[in-house]
Each structure stands twice: as C-alpha cells, then as structure tokens.
C-alpha cells in the first residue's frame, strides 16, 4: 500500500525564515502529488499537483519541487499568515476510482 | 471556480438519532465525490467514494449501514450517520472531483469547508 510520510511534524519560523517541508512517498506508479493547505476547523485548499520528477511549480511564496522518492514544499520569507498545516497526498489507483492517501501534514507556525 | 460547500457547518446532536450532512459542488459537475473522517491533530482518514447515480465504495473498516452515503446528482452528495454515538463525533469533509475539462479544471479533488458533529 501507498504510505506518504511528512517531515518535520511542527516547525516554527520567524517571519522572512525561508525553509522546506519535505514529504516522501512510496507508490508504484505515482499518479500525481498533491499539497494542500489547511486552516484550523477548515477544510484542506488546494495548492499544487506534481506528476513527474523535476517538476516544479509556484505560487507567491510556496514553490513545490518532486523527485522520484519525495517532494518539497519551499517557503520563502514567509509571512504569519502561512501559519496552517500542510498536507501532502499521492494518489493511487488505476483509472476510475482514484483516491488519495494523505500524509499526516507538517504544522507551520511563522511569528512576526 | 471550484467552490465546494458543506450544510451544516456544526451539528450537536443526542445519543441515537441520526444526521445528515451536505456536500454541494457550486461552479463545476463532480462526477466523484469522497468523503473524509478527520481527528483532532491527524489527518485525513477516506471514508468512502461514490460516483454519480451508483452505489458508494467503502474503504475498510467503515461501517456502510452506519455511514448512508448518496450520490443524487453531479452537485450533491449526502453523507447520514445513523443512530450517532459520542464515538462518531468527528470533524467530516467532502471533497469532489470535477468533470468539467473544458472549464480547465484537471483532476484534483477540491474540499468543503468540514462539520463538526458532536455526539452528546
């Protein structure tokens, strides 16, 4: 089975600290990774899908990279209001019923 | 574009009655919606999948006659806990897929805003 581990689980940053999430993944046909960001008592929103090695995609101050074996998750002069838990979640399955399988998120908090 | 809503946002409910809970794609078809059972501090546990118009598919350990999931259209899903019990107090999350390739929206699953049942 898909197992998707998510390092650190907390991390603490001064505002403008750049840093990485790391999330590592073993799947037999990566189907897509994704990051999601999730508010306290809110759902998960969408950030990015990766689908092969070398990709990289950004947005404002995230940039998320993949490799073959893990992903990273780049923040870059983070602001307090990126204070959220990340989630990283590969998919599995074949075609139709594709679902997600979820890491256990890495808790961001970034202090003015 | 890709709004998903959750009605209700929180429910309290008493020991034994049964609630149902709402999971609309407002701007987009969703041929596939999931549903997901979150702790306080962990993550997201997929309870089930269902597809438009047929039956849902459960994921192991999760009782199918204790957790009524329907699919009626490809903007609503409904997920009914029956006779709750305070072991079912959780946090509740829907998320759909779309359909709607030519909006450009690819296959990722957009979530709703959660709900909060508390079973007293």
């Known amino acids: 089975e898909d197992q998707v581990t998510q390092s650190p689980e907390a991390l603490r940053l001064q505002e403008g600290e750049s840093s990485s999430l790391n999330c590592s993944y073993t799947?037999?046909?990566?189907?897509?990774l994704f990051w999601y960001r999730q508010d306290p008592g809110k759902g998960p929103e969408f950030l990015f899908t990766?689908?092969?090695a070398g990709e990289e995609k950004e947005k404002e101050r995230l940039k998320a990279t993949l490799t073959k074996k893990e992903s990273f998750l780049h923040i870059t002069a983070p602001k307090p209001e990126d204070s959220a838990t990340y989630l990283c979640?590969?998919?599995?399955?074949?075609?139709?019923?594709?679902?997600?399988?979820f890491g256990t998120g890495t808790r961001l908090l970034v202090s003015p | 574009g890709a709004v998903v809503s959750q009605h209700p946002s929180r429910v309290i409910c008493k020991s034994g009655t049964s609630v149902k809970i709402e999971c609309r794609s407002l701007?987009?078809?969703?041929?596939?919606m999931f549903w997901y059972r979150q702790f306080p501090k962990q993550s997201l546990m997929l309870m089930a999948t269902?597809?438009?118009?047929?039956?849902?598919?459960?994921e192991q350990g999760v009782e199918k006659d204790k957790f009524l999931i329907n699919h009626a259209s490809l903007t609503l899903s409904t997920l009914t806990v029956t006779s709750a019990h305070p072991e079912d107090s959780s946090f509740y999350i829907c998320?759909?897929?779309?359909?709607?390739?030519?909006?450009?929206?690819?296959?990722?699953?957009?979530f709703g805003p959660g709900t909060r049942l508390t079973v007293l």
């Open positions: 701007d987009f078809q969703a041929t596939t």
């Open positions: 799947v037999s046909g990566l189907r897509g």
């Open positions: 979640a590969v998919r599995e399955g074949d075609t139709g019923f594709q679902k997600l399988v």
């Open positions: 998320s759909a897929r779309g359909a709607d390739w030519t909006s450009g929206l690819g296959d990722e699953q957009f």
């Open positions: 990766l689908y092969s």
């Open positions: 269902s597809n438009e118009g047929s039956k849902a598919t459960y």
